[in-house]
């Protein structure tokens, strides 16, 4: 999982766009553990989560056009 985190975190500060094809919704893909001891790796996952989600819109998009 760390390095899909990585890999995001690099196509977001670059600006660019990524396209995936899941079988499970995006909160689905981090098991959140129960009992919390994970919290830098959840923290990590909430702020991919939240970058997958902002790249889906049409502000980012039009940011990426831009960009090139």
């Known amino acids: 999982m760390n390095r899909f985190i990585v ?3 690099e196509v977001y500060y670059r600006r660019r766009s990524v396209v ?3 079988t499970v ?3 689905d893909l981090f098991k959140k553990p129960e009992d919390n001891t994970q ?3 959840q923290f990590a996952w909430d702020r991919t989560l939240s970058r997958l989600k902002e ?3 049409d502000e980012y998009n ?3 056009e831009k960009h090139f």
Do not use: A, N, S
């Open 62 to 64: 039009q940011m990426v």
């Open 39 to 41: 919290y830098d790796e």
């Open 7 to 9: 890999f995001i975190d």
């Open 20 to 22: 995936l094809e899941t």
């Open 55 to 57: 790249m889906q819109t």
């Open 25 to 27: 919704p995006l909160e």
